[in-house]
């Protein structure tokens, strides 16, 4: 049996979570910083840093209790060591090494991508999948995982809990990115997924007909499709609020841009799982929690005629159940790091 305790500080939530060997949650909690940010309409560095560090040892203690365990219980303590926001990700670590030095327990370093791709293995919404390393039914045939949240949509061609080839990625906005700025540009709140995708369910997506970016291979692209909606918003003159937005439907604009979202991703899924003669689908990172992307891709795969991994959307966003659940496999693979390790904002 192996117990990891898992952080996660790499942007504005600070998580923290036991699990017993890679995928039974004994306990997990999430400190969202939502309402420090809302105000500035995006996540301001500083502010989060400054406000993981504030949350982070009494989540700890309150995580460990939870779960009836205490630092002594532990085989490892697991973090989140890249991409992200570097303060951010530097209260984590920095928590972590305290940790490992005063008691001696190893330290395994996260890849924040890795892990969104290993939590949705872990508790698929589809519940009779194969979980975790199980769900490479057939060793040598990759998943085809799509990645995407607000600081990333990528594809990889996934081969192992931790060997993911990237074959697609943004060119410019990650979908979160896009979400977020087209509810900034309808004058709803941060973060905007959540509020768009509720709103949408009540407009017509057929109201506008915004565009489908034409990327080569399985890249994106969304700032084509942000200024769109700017301009469908505001009118072409879009450097000073227009009054045009008072008469516009807000359900039938956000509709009809995750119309176009939700096209863009689910296409280029299909075709990377095509490309690669994928196995499975992998849909993970906070926009995996949008309702008609779920629904898309829930289609697609059913089309295909493959399993598809889906989180809870409550374990899509950011969490430390992934991360526990991720270094339980590199914990075995001996992928452990000693307290010279560095925090790194953007993964090589
Ligand atoms: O994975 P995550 O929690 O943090 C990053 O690693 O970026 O993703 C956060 C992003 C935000 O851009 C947020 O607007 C988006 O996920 N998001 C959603 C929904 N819930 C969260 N986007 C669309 N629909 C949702 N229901
Ligand atoms: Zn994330």
Redesign the pocket.
């Known amino acids: 049996m192996t117990l990891i305790l898992g952080i996660e500080s790499?942007?504005?939530?600070t998580a923290v979570a036991v699990v017993r060997d890679g995928l039974e949650v004994l306990a997990h909690t999430v400190a969202s910083q939502i309402d420090l940010h809302v105000r500035f309409g995006g996540v301001i560095p500083e502010v989060a840093s400054r406000s993981h560090l504030e949350a982070l040892f009494p989540l700890i203690e309150d995580t460990l209790s939870e779960a009836g365990v205490c630092l002594a219980d532990l085989d490892a303590l697991a973090v989140t060591q890249t991409p992200?926001l570097i303060g951010c990700l530097l209260v984590g670590l920095s928590a972590t090494k305290g940790l490992a030095l005063a008691t001696g327990l190893p330290m395994v370093p996260v890849n924040?991508v890795h892990a969104?791709i290993y939590g949705a293995l872990m508790a698929p919404t589809q519940s009779d999948l194969p979980t975790g390393p199980q769900a490479w039914v057939e060793p040598g045939r990759p998943l085809a995982a799509l990645v995407v949240?607000?600081?990333?949509t990528s594809l990889y061609a996934s081969h192992a809990s931790a060997d993911h080839r990237l074959v697609g990625r943004s060119i410019d906005d990650?979908?979160?990115?896009a979400?977020?700025k087209v509810?900034a540009i309808l004058g709803l709140d941060y973060?905007?997924?959540?509020v768009?995708?509720r709103l949408a369910a009540s407009g017509n997506p057929t109201a506008y007909t915004f565009p489908r970016a034409k990327v080569a291979g399985l890249d994106f692209s969304f700032s084509g499709l942000k200024t769109a909606v700017l301009y469908a918003a505001r009118g072409p003159n879009s450097n000073r609020r227009s009054p045009l937005l008072a008469n516009l439907c807000i359900e039938d604009l956000a509709a009809s841009f995750q119309a176009a979202a939700v096209d863009a991703l689910a296409e280029k899924l299909v075709r990377c799982a095509q490309a690669i003669d994928a196995q499975a689908l992998v849909v993970c990172?906070?926009?995996a929690?949008?309702?008609a992307?779920r629904e898309r891709c829930t289609r697609e795969a059913a089309a295909l005629g493959l399993p598809l991994y889906l989180p809870t959307?409550a374990l899509?966003?950011?969490n430390a159940v992934m991360v526990a659940g991720l270094a339980q496999q590199l914990f075995a693979q001996g992928q452990l790091a000693d307290l010279s390790l560095d925090a790194s904002p953007r993964a090589d």
């Open positions: 790499s942007c504005d939530e992200g924040h969104h949240s607000g600081g990333h990650a979908a979160g990115e979400y977020d509810a973060p905007g997924g959540p768009i995708d990172g906070g926009v929690a949008n309702s992307l959307p899509a966003t950011d």
